[in-house]
């Protein structure tokens, strides 16, 4: 269980999250919803480990271990997925170097004495995920992200989610800007991840995405505080009457 107690948050001299208290569940889907500017991407960026923020005081804890005292690449050793709302472009390193790289780390991660898969084997084994995503096997020669269009990033984002079974998946607005059949692939995707073991975390701002992926739990962030803690019928009545009959 990730659990989050009295974090507050700062920016340089900005106070970003003040007292954010909540708790993320494996086997639970959860929903962080508000207005622009409500803090929720930093929440997420607060919980991978961004050097942006400070936190002045409170915890975050992940199965009982202190999070904040883990760097980010520990922090995904730890399971913890992280979409990005802006997704990174990184020149110079090619997509099929960055799966192996992180797909290795996960072998190690789950049986330390694994040997790395070879770029020969790798390539012959991401196809099949390549196909599934309707990626071109192309892709893999790119410098990561670098021109890829907004859906073709989602995609990757999903196929790094495949390859490395995160237990805690932050999506950061992951359905905007993606055209219907990015859409249909990407909840298909996130239908088949889901699982016990796991919990998909969702900041959006559309509802679509809810009508597909079961919530346990709403969130609501205004003023970068954690206002309530709803069931999921809240996403629905925002859906319907948006904030302004809260
Ligand atoms: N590094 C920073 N320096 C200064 N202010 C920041 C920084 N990062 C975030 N903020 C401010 O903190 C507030 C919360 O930003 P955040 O990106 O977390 O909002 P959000 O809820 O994700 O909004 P949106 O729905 O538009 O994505 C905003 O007013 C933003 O400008
Ligand atoms: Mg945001």
């Given amino acids: 269980m990730i659990q989050i107690q009295n974090l507050r948050a700062w920016a340089w001299d900005k106070k970003i999250l003040k007292w954010v208290s909540l708790d993320f569940q494996p086997g639970k889907n959860y929903c962080i919803l508000w207005k622009n500017g409500s803090g929720k991407s930093t929440l997420s960026a607060v919980v ?111 196929l790094q989610i495949k390859l490395i079974e995160p237990k805690y998946i932050i999506l950061d607005e992951i359905d905007s800007g993606l055209d219907l059949d990015a859409f249909k ?32 739990t709403v969130y609501l962030m205004e003023s970068w505080e954690l206002k309530k803690q709803w069931g999921k019928e809240l996403a629905k009545q925002i859906s319907e009457n948006w904030f302004t009959k809260l």
């Fill in 48 to 158: 991978s480990g961004s050097p942006k923020y400070e936190v002045e005081s409170g915890s975050i804890s992940i199965d009982d271990k202190n999070l904040l005292d883990m760097s980010p690449e520990e922090r995904s050793a730890a399971w913890v997925f992280l979409s990005f709302q802006n997704v990174p472009e990184i020149t110079g390193i090619k997509l099929s170097e960055y799966l192996r790289t992180i797909y290795n780390i996960h072998l190690k991660n789950k049986k330390p004495d694994t040997k790395d898969i070879s770029p020969f084997i790798f390539r012959r084994f991401i196809k099949k995920h390549l196909d599934e995503l309707h990626i071109s096997e192309d892709f893999l020669d790119r410098d990561l992200n670098v021109g890829f269009s907004w859906g073709e990033k989602r995609k990757i984002e999903m």
């Fill in 185 to 216: 692939q990407v909840v298909e995707l996130l239908k088949l991840i889901d699982s016990e073991e796991n919990s998909i975390i969702i900041i959006t701002h559309y509802f679509k995405i809810l009508e597909h992926i079961d919530v346990d």
